[in-house]
C-alpha cells in the first residue's frame, strides 16, 4: 500500500471506501495505544488510488513468470531475461498490463523462507489473486496454500485459478480439470478454473516458421486469452469498487496479528495465572459465606413465622404456648444463625490460609446487631374499648411475671455498652469471680486469664459479649411482649371475630418480622463480609496486582480489536 494517512474516502461519505477509512482510523488509535501492538500500525491500508494488483501465487517453477510473458506477448528476447529456472527473485515484481499491475511473487514451497515471506507480503497488498498451479495437480501442502488464500484471506470472490502446462504429454484436461475442481472443495463453484500453457502461447507467438492457422490454434488452445477475459472480469469494478474490500480484508488480518500479540507468556502468563487463581480462591471464599447467608436468614424468617402462627394459633380459650419459650426460642434461632454464619466465615478465613499463608488477616468476630421490633400491636380504634384495653392489661401482667422487667433490664445493659462502670461490665466482672461464673462468660479462654483475671482488652471484650447477649434477650422479649397471656383476651373478649382478627394481627407483625430480620440479616452480613474480603484482596496484592494489571490491558485491547473485527466482517461480506 502507499504512503499516506490511514484509508481516506476514495468516494461518497456512505461508501465502502469512507467505511474502511473509518475503521483504519480507529484501528490506529487502538494499536498506537499500547507498545505490544504499536509497529502493526506500519500494516494499516492506507490512501491507495494506484492501479488494481494482481499477484500471481504459486509454487516454485509452476509457470507464473511464463504466464506474465505470455499476458504481456514479450518478444523472444524479454522473455528469455524473464524466464529464469533459478529463484532468484526475492521481492514481488510489477508489470503493467492492460492498466493493471501484475505482480510476480517469489514461489513457495522452495525451501526458501525469503521467499515465503515475501510471497506472503504480497498477498497481503494484492487486489486479486492470479493463483498458479499445474498439469502436476497441487499437493496437500499447495491446496492448503490455495484454501488458505481463498478462505482465510478472503480471495475467493477475487481470484482465478490457473492451472498451467496443461499441454504436456500425457495430461487428460478433463479429469485434470475434475481433480483440481475437487481440491478446491465448496470454492470450485466460486472461483473460475482456467487451463492454460503459457510456453504454447509464447512458442506460436514468436515462432516466426508457423503458418498463421498453426498459431492460432496454439494460440487458442494454450487458454491465455480464457485467463485475459477472467481477469478483465475481476478488475472490472476498478480501484474504487475492488480496493475496498481488499482493504477491509487486509484490516482483519492485521487485527488478527494483533490478537496474537496480546498472547502472553513467560513472567507475564505466570502473573495472569497466579491472578486468576488468587481471585478463583477469594471468590470461592467470599461465595460459600453468601450462600450461608442466604440460606440461614432464610431459616431465621421461617422460624419467625412458624413462632407467629404457633402464637396465633393459641389465641383461644385454652392457655397456650407461653411466650416465654417463644422468646426464648428465638434468642436460639438468633444464636444458631450467629454460629453458622461465624463458622462459615472461619471455613473461608481457613481455606484461603491454607492456600496463600498466615498473611491472610482472620475476620473480625461477628456482632449481631439485633435492633427491637415495635412492642405494640394497635388494633383499629373501632375495637379501641374493650379489645385495646385487654392487650395492655395483658402487658401489665406480662410485666407482673417478668418477661417486661427482662425485657427493661435488657435494655438498659445494651445502652450502657461495653466501657467499664456499665452494667455490662460489672455482670462480666461478677461472672468472673467465680470458676462457673468464669466458664459461663468465657468458653474459649479468649478473655480471661483464670478467675478475677483478664488478657489485654479482654475486660472490655467480655462486656461486649454481655452487651450482644442483651440484646438478643431485648429482640426477642420485645417481639413477643404485646402478645403476653392471649388466652385473658379471647376470654374477655368473647367474639371470634374480634380474635381470628387478632390472630391475623399477630401474623402479620411476625411475617413483618421475619422479612425485615431476613433483609436486615442480609445486608449485615453482606457489609460484614464485604470488609473482609476488601481486606483479604489488599494483603494479596502483591500475588495479583501484576498478573491482573496486564490482563485488565489485554482485555481492554482485544475487546476494542474484536469491536473492530465485527465491523470490517460486515465490510467483506459473509463468506459463502
Given at each position: 500500500?502507499?504512503?499516506?494517512?490511514?484509508?481516506?474516502?476514495?468516494?461518497?461519505?456512505e461508501?465502502?471506501?469512507?467505511?474502511?477509512?473509518?475503521?483504519?482510523?480507529?484501528?490506529?488509535?487502538?494499536?498506537?495505544?499500547?507498545?505490544?501492538?504499536?509497529?502493526?500500525?506500519?500494516?494499516?491500508?492506507?490512501?491507495?488510488?494506484?492501479?488494481?494488483?494482481?499477484?500471481?501465487l504459486?509454487?516454485?517453477?509452476?509457470?507464473?513468470?511464463?504466464?506474465?510473458?505470455?499476458?504481456?506477448?514479450?518478444?523472444?528476447?524479454?522473455?528469455?531475461?524473464?524466464?529464469?529456472?533459478a529463484?532468484?527473485?526475492?521481492?514481488?515484481?510489477?508489470?503493467?498490463?492492460?492498466?493493471?499491475?501484475?505482480?510476480?511473487?517469489?514461489?513457495?514451497?522452495?525451501?526458501?523462507?525469503?521467499?515465503?515471506?515475501?510471497?506472503?507480503r504480497?498477498?497481503?497488498?494484492?487486489?486479486?489473486?492470479?493463483?498458479?498451479?499445474?498439469?502436476?495437480?497441487?499437493?496437500?501442502?499447495?491446496?492448503?496454500?490455495?484454501?488458505?488464500?481463498?478462505?482465510?484471506?478472503?480471495?475467493?470472490?477475487?481470484?482465478?485459478?490457473?492451472?498451467?502446462?496443461m499441454?504436456?504429454?500425457?495430461?487428460?484436461?478433463?479429469?485434470?480439470?475434475?481433480?483440481?475442481?475437487?481440491?478446491?472443495?465448496?470454492?470450485?463453484?466460486?472461483?473460475?478454473?482456467?487451463?492454460?500453457?503459457?510456453?504454447?502461447?509464447?512458442?506460436a507467438?514468436?515462432?516466426?516458421?508457423?503458418?498463421?492457422?498453426?498459431?492460432?490454434?496454439?494460440?487458442?488452445?494454450?487458454?491465455?486469452?480464457?485467463?485475459?477475459?477472467?481477469?478483465r472480469?475481476?478488475?472490472?469494478?476498478?480501484?474504487?469498487?475492488?480496493?475496498?474490500?481488499?482493504?477491509?480484508?487486509?484490516?482483519?488480518?492485521?487485527?488478527?496479528?494483533?490478537?496474537?500479540?496480546?498472547?502472553?507468556?513467560?513472567?507475564?502468563?505466570?502473573?495472569?495465572?497466579?491472578?486468576?487463581?488468587?481471585?478463583?480462591?477469594?471468590?470461592?471464599?467470599?461465595?460459600?459465606?453468601?450462600?450461608?447467608?442466604?440460606?440461614?436468614?432464610?431459616?431465621?424468617?421461617?422460624?419467625?413465622?412458624?413462632?407467629?402462627?404457633?402464637?396465633?394459633?393459641?389465641?383461644?380459650?385454652k392457655?397456650?404456648?407461653?411466650?416465654?419459650d417463644?422468646?426464648?426460642?428465638?434468642?436460639?434461632?438468633?444464636?444458631?444463625?450467629?454460629?453458622?454464619?461465624?463458622?462459615?466465615?472461619?471455613?473461608?478465613?481457613?481455606?484461603?490460609?491454607?492456600?496463600?499463608?498466615?498473611?491472610?488477616?482472620?475476620?473480625?468476630?461477628?456482632?449481631?446487631?439485633?435492633?427491637?421490633?415495635?412492642?405494640?400491636?394497635?388494633?383499629?380504634?373501632?375495637?379501641e374499648?374493650?379489645?385495646?384495653r385487654?392487650?395492655?392489661?395483658?402487658?401489665?401482667?406480662?410485666?407482673?411475671?417478668?418477661?417486661?422487667?427482662?425485657?427493661?433490664?435488657?435494655?438498659?445493659?445494651?445502652?450502657?455498652?461495653?466501657?467499664?462502670?456499665?452494667?455490662?461490665?460489672?455482670?462480666?466482672?461478677?461472672?468472673?469471680?467465680?470458676?462457673?461464673?468464669?466458664?459461663?462468660?468465657?468458653?474459649?479462654?479468649?478473655?480471661?486469664?483464670?478467675?478475677?483475671?483478664?488478657?489485654?482488652?479482654?475486660?472490655?471484650?467480655?462486656?461486649n459479649?454481655?452487651?450482644?447477649?442483651?440484646?438478643?434477650?431485648?429482640?426477642?422479649?420485645?417481639?413477643?411482649?404485646?402478645?403476653?397471656?392471649?388466652?385473658?383476651?379471647?376470654?374477655?373478649?368473647?367474639?371470634?371475630?374480634?380474635?381470628?382478627?387478632?390472630?391475623?394481627?399477630?401474623?402479620?407483625?411476625f411475617?413483618?418480622?421475619?422479612r425485615?430480620?431476613?433483609?436486615?440479616?442480609?445486608?449485615?452480613?453482606?457489609?460484614?463480609?464485604?470488609?473482609?474480603?476488601?481486606?483479604?484482596?489488599?494483603?494479596?496484592?502483591g500475588?495479583?496486582?501484576?498478573?491482573?494489571?496486564?490482563?485488565?490491558?489485554?482485555?481492554?485491547?482485544?475487546?476494542?480489536?474484536?469491536?473492530?473485527?465485527?465491523?470490517?466482517?460486515?465490510?467483506?461480506?459473509?463468506?459463502?
Open positions: 500500500m502507499t504512503d499516506g494517512n490511514p484509508v481516506e474516502a476514495l468516494e461518497g461519505h461508501g465502502p471506501a469512507a467505511r474502511v477509512h473509518a475503521l483504519c482510523a480507529r484501528a490506529e488509535t487502538v494499536l498506537n495505544s499500547h507498545a505490544r501492538t504499536r509497529d502493526l500500525t506500519a500494516s494499516l491500508p492506507r490512501t491507495d488510488t494506484s492501479p488494481l494488483r494482481i499477484a500471481l504459486g509454487p516454485y517453477s509452476a509457470g507464473k513468470s511464463m504466464l506474465v510473458a505470455a499476458l504481456l506477448r514479450l518478444p523472444p528476447a524479454a522473455v528469455d531475461e524473464l524466464v529464469d529456472a529463484p532468484k527473485t526475492h521481492e514481488p515484481t510489477p508489470y503493467e498490463w492492460n492498466g493493471v499491475t501484475l505482480v510476480d511473487l517469489p514461489g513457495t514451497l522452495s525451501g526458501n523462507d525469503e521467499h515465503s515471506c515475501a510471497a506472503r504480497g498477498v497481503r497488498g494484492a487486489d486479486a489473486l492470479m493463483i498458479v498451479t499445474t498439469s502436476e495437480l497441487p499437493g496437500e501442502a499447495e491446496t492448503s496454500a490455495i484454501l488458505r488464500a481463498l478462505d482465510d484471506d478472503g480471495f475467493a470472490d477475487r481470484s482465478v485459478v490457473v492451472v498451467n502446462k499441454n504436456a504429454e500425457n495430461s487428460d484436461r478433463d479429469v485434470i480439470l475434475d481433480e483440481v475442481r475437487k481440491r478446491l472443495g465448496s470454492f470450485a463453484h466460486r472461483v473460475p478454473i482456467v487451463p492454460t500453457d503459457a510456453r504454447d502461447y509464447v512458442d507467438a514468436n515462432d516466426p516458421g508457423l503458418a498463421d492457422d498453426q498459431r492460432d490454434l496454439l494460440v487458442g488452445e494454450s487458454g491465455i486469452d480464457a485467463l485475459t477475459a477472467e481477469l472480469k475481476i478488475v472490472e469494478p476498478g480501484v474504487t469498487g475492488l480496493r475496498p474490500k481488499a482493504q477491509a480484508h487486509e484490516l482483519l488480518r492485521v487485527l488478527t496479528d494483533a490478537e496474537l500479540k496480546w498472547e502472553l507468556g513467560g513472567e507475564e502468563l505466570g502473573a495472569a495465572k497466579t491472578a486468576k487463581k488468587v481471585e478463583g480462591s477469594v471468590s470461592r471464599a467470599e461465595e460459600g459465606v453468601l450462600s450461608t447467608l442466604a440460606r440461614e436468614s432464610d431459616v431465621v424468617a421461617f422460624k419467625l413465622e412458624a413462632a407467629g402462627n404457633r402464637i396465633a394459633a393459641d389465641v383461644s380459650e392457655a397456650g404456648e407461653s411466650p416465654v417463644i422468646a426464648l426460642e428465638l434468642m436460639r434461632v438468633s444464636a444458631e444463625f450467629d454460629a453458622k454464619f461465624s463458622s462459615s466465615m472461619s471455613t473461608a478465613f481457613e481455606a484461603l490460609v491454607a492456600e496463600y499463608g498466615t498473611g491472610v488477616p482472620e475476620p473480625e468476630a461477628w456482632v449481631n446487631d439485633l435492633d427491637s421490633p415495635a412492642t405494640t400491636i394497635d388494633a383499629s380504634s373501632d375495637d374499648s374493650l379489645f385495646a385487654a392487650v395492655k392489661e395483658a402487658a401489665k401482667k406480662a410485666a407482673q411475671s417478668g418477661t417486661g422487667k427482662l425485657n427493661e433490664w435488657a435494655g438498659k445493659v445494651v445502652a450502657g455498652g461495653g466501657e467499664q462502670g456499665s452494667a455490662a461490665s460489672d455482670i462480666a466482672n461478677w461472672l468472673n469471680k467465680s470458676r462457673v461464673g468464669q466458664k459461663v462468660l468465657d468458653t474459649g479462654g479468649k478473655f480471661t486469664n483464670g478467675v478475677g483475671k483478664y488478657k489485654p482488652w479482654g475486660q472490655g471484650k467480655a462486656a459479649k454481655i452487651v450482644t447477649a442483651a440484646d438478643k434477650v431485648q429482640w426477642a422479649t420485645a417481639l413477643v411482649m404485646p402478645l403476653m397471656d392471649l388466652t385473658s383476651v379471647a376470654q374477655d373478649q368473647g367474639k371470634w371475630m374480634a380474635v381470628n382478627k387478632h390472630r391475623k394481627m399477630i401474623r402479620e407483625h411475617a413483618e418480622e421475619a425485615r430480620q431476613r433483609a436486615g440479616l442480609a445486608e449485615s452480613g453482606e457489609r460484614h463480609l464485604g470488609k473482609w474480603i476488601a481486606e483479604v484482596e489488599q494483603s494479596l496484592s500475588l495479583t496486582r501484576p498478573g491482573a494489571e496486564i490482563r485488565a490491558a489485554r482485555d481492554t485491547a482485544l475487546e476494542e480489536i474484536r469491536s473492530l473485527r465485527t465491523e470490517a466482517e460486515e465490510l467483506v461480506g459473509p463468506a459463502g
